[in-house]
């Protein structure tokens, strides 16, 4: 049996199913990698761990719903969220998912003094490895193939690719108990998938967005924060010629992990007016009417204490180096709008029935670059905005303090 076949037969659920192997493969080494990296940063596990289990089932539904999603071919409502038939979405996924984990991870936040955005970045840039694996399935059920090409225009490619880039030949209606075993081909009708002269080819999208995502975790999580600490390294050695025996991680310890400011400075630097304790102090002698003036003033006081928060000064404790530091959030903030630069740059190439909002081109494009704008502005408000006015002393941001 040839992998045509072999393909064939799986992708209708009588034989073992690469897809799920390959998603469940993606999914298991991103949650080792966050495991890994919940214990470099000394952070409790057991709530990354119910995290998965509640964020999980969630994104599934999202993949799901928006995987089946037809404007043009609506179907019955409750079967959008069957995941165990084919038609998943990885933005529907992605929405879900990240909407599930903000508010759980807020949670954790404020339980463990831990940033949520230390939260985002261990997790979020990571689910790319899981992208790129997982879209290795949709290579083995001939999905998300681009535009048609001539076989010649994919030499360049291994022979188990190239001559798999096809698209199998599903009659309408489809008959009971049918396993798809022809090819679509140039002139639309059914041919013999090893027919290579009369086969319409397609460009393997799958495999330009599965590089692509590896090589921006590679930029996320490797290069950036690398560049980033290493561009003090001569700085480090001009200043204090005692360091010249040091490794750049070593200085970069030295000057800024190490350091330890005193927690009453850090602690008066941290305290707010509790608003709660001024506005309700007397509530048991209020009548109904005035607890709900009193609950507007509130909240009118709260939003000013948040608007002219400054912790400028507790940034100076905490980082007295001066040091232009990769804040947490920046990872996440780039994850989503990388990923989504390349995900509009590839819906181009392909078909209205396979985007992310399926046969509404114009609203795919428009919630795409929605997220483009939402990443760039989280990039903006981590790196000036949030650590400089909600900074909290003893928290874990960028180090532990």
Same mark, same amino acid.
């Given at each position: 049996? #040839?992998?045509?076949?072999?393909?064939a037969?799986?992708? =209708?659920?009588n034989?073992?199913?690469?897809?799920?192997?390959?998603?469940?493969?993606?999914?298991?080494?991103?949650?080792?990698?966050?495991?890994?990296?919940f214990?470099?940063?000394?952070?409790?596990?057991?709530?990354? =761990?119910?995290g998965?289990?509640?964020?999980?089932?969630?994104?599934?539904?999202?993949?799901?719903?928006? !995987?089946?999603?037809?404007?043009?071919?609506?179907?019955?409502?409750?079967?959008?969220?069957?995941?165990?038939?084919?038609?998943? +979405?990885?933005? !529907?996924?992605?929405?879900?998912?990240?909407?599930?984990?903000?508010?759980?991870?807020?949670?954790?936040?404020?339980?463990?003094?831990?940033?949520?955005?230390?939260?985002?970045?261990?997790? @979020?840039?990571?689910?790319?490895?899981?992208?790129?694996? /997982?879209?290795?399935? #949709?290579f083995?059920?001939?999905?998300?193939?681009?535009?048609?090409?001539?076989r010649?225009?994919?030499?360049?490619?291994?022979?188990?690719?190239?001559?798999?880039?096809?698209?199998?030949?599903?009659?309408?209606?489809?008959?009971?108990?049918?396993?798809?075993?022809?090819?679509?081909?140039?002139?639309?009708?059914? @041919?013999?998938?090893?027919?290579?002269?009369?086969?319409?080819?397609?460009?393997?999208?799958?495999?330009?967005? +599965?590089?692509?995502n590896?090589?921006?975790?590679?930029?996320?999580v490797?290069?950036?924060?690398?560049?980033?600490?290493?561009?003090? =390294?001569?700085?480090?050695?001009?200043?204090?010629?005692?360091?010249?025996k040091?490794?750049?991680? /070593?200085?970069?310890?030295?000057?800024?992990?190490?350091?330890k400011?005193?927690?009453?400075?850090?602690?008066?630097?941290?305290?707010?007016?509790?608003?709660?304790?001024?506005?309700?102090?007397?509530?048991?002698?209020?009548?109904?009417?005035?607890?709900?003036?009193?609950?507007?003033?509130?909240?009118?006081?709260?939003?000013k204490?948040?608007?002219?928060?400054?912790?400028?000064?507790?940034?100076?404790?905490?980082?007295?180096?001066?040091?232009?530091?990769?804040?947490?959030?920046?990872?996440? !903030?780039? =994850?989503?709008?990388?990923?989504?630069?390349?995900?509009?740059?590839?819906?181009?190439?392909?078909?209205?029935?396979?985007?992310?909002?399926? #046969?509404?081109?114009?609203?795919?494009?428009?919630?795409? +670059?929605?997220?483009?704008?939402?990443?760039?502005?989280?990039?903006?408000?981590?790196?000036?905005?949030?650590?400089?006015?909600?900074?909290?002393?003893?928290?874990?941001?960028?180090?532990?303090?």
């Amino acid at each position: 049996m #040839n992998l045509g076949t072999w393909i064939a037969h799986d992708t =209708y659920g009588n034989w073992f199913r690469p897809y799920w192997f390959l998603i469940f493969c993606g999914f298991a080494i991103t949650i080792i990698l966050l495991w890994v990296n919940f214990r470099k940063r000394h952070i409790h596990t057991q709530g990354l =761990y119910l995290g998965i289990f509640v964020i999980s089932p969630i994104a599934l539904l999202g993949a799901s719903f928006f !995987g089946k999603y037809d404007a043009k071919n609506p179907i019955f409502f409750f079967t959008l969220f069957a995941f165990w038939q084919p038609g998943m +979405s990885i933005h !529907g996924g992605l929405i879900f998912g990240l909407i599930t984990g903000w508010i759980w991870f807020g949670f954790e936040s404020r339980k463990h003094n831990i940033s949520i955005w230390v939260y985002a970045d261990l997790i @979020v840039p990571n689910i790319l490895l899981a992208q790129a694996i /997982g879209r290795w399935g #949709n290579f083995f059920n001939h999905e998300l193939l681009g535009a048609a090409v001539a076989r010649e225009q994919l030499m360049w490619l291994p022979s188990f690719i190239r001559d798999n880039l096809f698209k199998w030949y599903v009659p309408d209606p489809i008959p009971n108990n049918f396993h798809p075993t022809q090819a679509v081909g140039i002139g639309g009708g059914p @041919v013999d998938p090893t027919d290579f002269n009369n086969v319409q080819y397609f460009q393997p999208i799958f495999l330009y967005e +599965s590089f692509a995502n590896i090589l921006l975790w590679i930029l996320i999580v490797i290069a950036l924060p690398l560049i980033f600490r290493y561009s003090y =390294y001569w700085r480090f050695k001009k200043e204090e010629p005692d360091f010249t025996k040091l490794s750049w991680k /070593g200085i970069w310890a030295k000057w800024y992990y190490d350091i330890k400011p005193d927690p009453m400075i850090v602690n008066n630097l941290s305290q707010e007016v509790n608003l709660k304790k001024v506005y309700f102090k007397n509530k048991h002698k209020m009548t109904k009417k005035q607890v709900m003036k009193t609950y507007f003033k509130y909240h009118g006081a709260r939003l000013k204490q948040i608007l002219k928060a400054d912790k400028r000064e507790l940034e100076k404790v905490e980082n007295p180096h001066r040091l232009k530091i990769f804040r947490c959030g920046i990872q996440t !903030g780039i =994850y989503l709008a990388g990923y989504n630069i390349i995900r509009i740059i590839l819906e181009t190439q392909r078909d209205d029935h396979d985007l992310f909002i399926k #046969n509404m081109r114009i609203l795919d494009y428009v919630i795409l +670059s929605l997220m483009i704008g939402i990443g760039l502005i989280l990039i903006l408000f981590a790196q000036w905005i949030a650590v400089m006015k909600w900074r909290k002393g003893g928290w874990l941001y960028e180090k532990q303090y």
